[in-house]
């Protein structure tokens, strides 16, 4: 049995990058995410890697970009501000079909907003950050175990795929303290990579990593065939968790945080007789857009619960086709809705109130 070790999610996702194999980071402090920073700070130069705090949030992702350029994990981490001014060099990593690790521990806004956690960059994340027409793969942890297993799975897809992949947690995520059990050290990336720019010695042709093409016969060519990348990730990686679906008349879907706080008033609502259950997505993209719409065929409404507006909301009546009512339970400002308003929502769907 795998030992485990009391550590706090941020501490979590820095370890378990490093056990697969990543050595370069790059970062500029934000809070809540300064631990992730602070921990590479201490254990990158002890194991002969690279931990550089760099001048701006800018500077770093653009140094991410140098390092995958040449076929070598690198990554970087920020909260939600900091990932705002990150969009363009991420537009560029995709661009390039450069793979690379982004963690955003979201905190509340916008703008500057506040401390405090947050799950309102789920846009942001899932619609591509930056310009242009990209995705990135999106993950997102409900426990520190997760912020363990989902780091090195996400640098291990952005290898595969060559994009970049974003871990988006929140805030709580990121401070709270959670038994985990460490992933066993593992490379997964490899040496050769063709596409890398790591020097000919006249043995082969001069590889360029660039975003930029002029001839726009080229670049369509380009965006063709990175989409066909995307929809083999949409077909093969999309991940969740179903809970007590088998006979749910109400399905919440939620992540991260809040997929917690649903579970607990799951579990008072099935005592009182409420036949509730839940999907959580894992992967934000892919979306779990094919579990949903099983669900719709058996369910009679659903129940999005979220720290922000109602983003993910959209996705889950886009992929149900508003064939069933969705409603919304949500925090927003740094808030974190409790298990009793939750509850509250499902007993006025229950009553058909709503």
Known sequence: MTEKVLMKGNEAIAEAAILAGCRHYFGYPITPQTEVAAYMAKKMPKIGGTFLQAESEIAAINMVYGVASTGKPAMTSSSSPGISLKCEGISYLAGADLPALIVNVQRGGPGLGGIQPSQSDYFLATRGPGHGDFHVLVFAPASVQEMADLTGKALHLAWKYRMPAMLLADGTMGQM????????PHEAFGTDNPWATTGTLMAREHNIVNSLELAPEVLEQKNLARFERYAQAEAEECLWEEYLM??????????GITARISRNAIVQARKEGIRVGMI??????PFPNEPLKAAADKVDSFLVVELNMGQMKEDVE????????VD?????GGM????????????ALAEGRR
């Open 328 to 332: 919304f339970c949500g925090r927003v």
């Open 318 to 325: 886009l992929a149900i086709r508003c064939r069933k009512p």
């Open 280 to 285: 959580r997505p894992i992967t934000l993209w």
């Open 177 to 184: 303290m959670e038994p985990v059990a460490l992933p066993e």
């Open 336 to 347: 974190i809705p409790t298990p009793d308003e939750v509850l509250d929502h499902i007993h």
């Open 246 to 255: 088998d006979d749910a008349e109400i399905c919440i879907v939620s992540y």
